[in-house]
T-cell receptor, first 110, second 114 residues
């Protein structure tokens, strides 16, 4: 089936560092979404992207919808301990299904 | 507005049993989607309901079924449970389910099959 390749799988960083993660696909997606999931909870939507080339910020988070519509990245600036969690990219494919990446587990050392 | 709620939060069943999970979407949302999350497979789409009709379906066996009621609440049923069905089951709601509508997730139901 259709897949999103998300990288890296995990990251261990120092508090204050910037973080970058990305998702790629061999297929075109109509939207790209970035979610964060804390242990025992459902994913929470961070940023939604609807147009190729769109760059959107939400506080310290910035995400971009790739111009080819086959990739997206998420940057977190000046990380803090509460940024710890699993970050998922997701995209709506041409059939309207929401497909998820495998997740990037972020650990932040104070 | 209240968020998406799911009941129960935790469930323990044995192989061969069946289970029903419930999801109440955000008020005004008519689309409800269900996902299975496991460490090995990540988040996998099960199905989507809109206006009491299944509109989209993932690649799961027929043991997994669902329905939606006129108030948009949805239930998911798994019959003849297998050990591999142990997972976090998440439901998400959106206004219409169209790709420009954002999906909001509930906290999930953690199912353990013994």
């Amino acid at each position: 089936g259709q897949q999103l390749n998300q990288s890296p799988q995990s990251m261990f960083i120092q508090e204050g560092e910037d973080v970058s993660m990305n998702c790629t696909s061999s297929s075109i997606f109509n939207t790209w979404l970035w979610y964060k999931q804390d242990p025992g909870e459902g994913p929470v939507l961070l940023i939604a992207l609807y147009k190729a080339g769109e760059l959107t910020s939400n506080g310290r988070l910035t995400a971009q919808f790739g111009i080819t519509r086959k990739d997206s990245f998420l940057n977190i600036s000046a990380s803090i301990p509460s940024d710890v969690g699993i970050y998922f990219c997701a995209g709506h494919n041409q059939g309207g299904k929401l497909i998820f990446g495998q997740g990037t587990e972020l650990s932040v050392k104070p | 507005k209240a968020g998406v709620t799911q009941t129960p939060r935790y469930l323990i069943k044995t192989r061969g049993q069946q289970v029903t999970l419930s999801c109440s979407p955000i008020s005004g949302h008519r689309s409800v989607s269900w996902y299975q999350q496991t460490p090995g497979q990540g988040l996998q789409f099960l199905f989507e309901y809109f206006s009491e009709t299944q509109r989209n379906k993932g690649n799961f066996p027929g043991r997994f079924s669902g329905r939606q009621f006129s108030n948009s609440r949805s239930e998911m049923n798994v019959s003849t449970l297998e050990l591999g069905d142990s997972a976090l089951y998440l439901c998400a709601s959106s206004q219409t389910g169209a790709s420009h509508n954002e999906q909001f997730f509930g906290p999930g139901t953690r199912l353990t099959v013994l």
